[in-house]
């Protein structure tokens, strides 16, 4: 029951996301606002007492002798996780720490699920431990793997686990979440919960306007006034023909009429991505949001086809899966995104040079 309690409220659907940002219009829509706003009332006192309980001490938190680092956010939905963890793992890496990876492994198919999948392409040797139980898997991953940096994938909500330092994602094209909690709106819990931050990095912001950047900046110094807070764009590194295409620049998309679908939790960022490289997008083909592909659906992908164009373009975590069904007879094309920090990178390594040095005590 609990599981399916969770699903239903993390399932971020294109067609569920227009309602929320009012883009869907009709009788069924208006009508489904109202009962989403009851909702979000009761699931809101859950995570405000679920809050409360962890802040008085009443319910206890879990420590490891390593340092966890967590990577979330405040609201559902795509903010950028998977390239985060990404760079906070290569940042350890890079600096002489043994990074682990933890994570709930939400929609796993054979062990692993897509974010996992992709990591583990991105980041051989690094060892990701994905189990419902965070605190047996950072013993796991001290003991088995000899870790000693431990980074919490999609972990801000999880406050079971100890944490050294909240990382928080906010994602400029949609900071707030529409203004509601769950399921009116895509806040996890209330904006307040900002105050437990250590840091906060704005991701896409390159896909906002500077006066909209500088407003959710500002909103941002109030709602966590000590922490500090980086912006950051998904920077478009290559792309490679499906499944094992050599890569090329990503500006060879440039010019060319091109078909997308994904199964993310941002569909909209990722098409206005593919647009800044100068592609035509003819259609997009949209999935919920950590989807694994079926026959079924890679035909309606190809059916949609009807504008002729020059070829299909993914991201790199449908990708992984889509387990060897494409069958299109146009080229697909898989679009590789980093982190790039374009402001506050010497802040974020400061947080991290507390936690590296928590995770040599004692080995030296």
Same mark, same amino acid.
């Given at each position: ?63 490891? %002798? ?27 890496? !890079? ?49 088995? %793997? ?159 086809? %009807? ?22 007879? !146009? ?34």
């Amino acid at each position: 029951m609990k599981q399916r309690i969770y699903n239903f409220f993390m399932e971020i659907s294109p067609g569920y996301r227009k309602v929320l940002s009012a883009e869907a219009r009709g009788a069924g829509t208006f009508c489904a606002r109202p009962m989403l706003r009851l909702l979000s009332l009761i699931y809101g006192l859950a995570v405000r007492l679920r809050n409360l309980l962890y802040d008085t001490g009443l319910r206890a938190e879990h420590r490891v %002798d390593k340092p966890v680092i967590s990577i979330g956010n405040i609201t559902a939905g795509g903010t950028g996780k998977t390239p985060a963890v990404e760079y906070t793992v290569n940042w350890f890496a !890079q600096n002489g720490a043994r990074p682990a990876i933890l994570s709930r492994g939400y929609r796993s198919k054979d062990g692993k699920n897509d974010e996992a999948l992709l990591l583990a392409a991105h980041l051989p040797g690094v060892p990701h431990r994905q189990h419902p139980n965070r605190f047996r898997a950072a013993l796991e991953a001290m003991k088995l %793997d000899n870790a000693n940096v431990l980074i919490l994938d999609d972990g801000f909500q999880h406050r079971r686990l100890a944490r050294f330092g909240n990382l928080v994602l906010i994602d400029a094209t949609c900071p707030f979440g529409y203004g509601h909690l769950l399921p009116r709106g895509l806040l996890r819990e209330p904006l307040k919960g900002l105050r437990r931050a250590d840091a906060v990095i704005v991701t896409r912001c390159d896909l906002v306007n500077p006066a909209a950047l500088t407003k959710i900046l500002n909103r941002l110094h109030k709602l966590a006034p000590e922490a500090p807070i980086a912006t950051s764009r998904h920077t478009p590194k290559a792309v490679a023909a499906y499944p094992d295409g050599a890569a090329q620049e990503p500006t060879v998309l440039s010019g060319k009429r091109l078909g997308l679908f994904s199964s993310i939790g941002n569909p909209a960022a990722f098409t206005r991505t593919v647009e800044k490289l100068g592609g035509s997008v003819e259609w997009a083909v949209e999935f919920p949001d950590h989807h694994w592909y079926t026959a079924e659906d890679i035909a309606r992908i190809v059916r949609a086809d %009807d504008k002729s164009v020059e070829a299909f373009v993914t991201t790199e975590k449908d990708a992984v899966k889509l387990g060897g069904k494409w069958h299109g007879s !146009q080229k697909l094309v898989v679009l590789r995104v980093e982190m790039e920090i374009l402001s506050g990178e010497e802040k974020l390594a400061g947080l991290f040079e507390e936690a590296l040095q928590a995770a040599r005590y004692g080995e030296e």
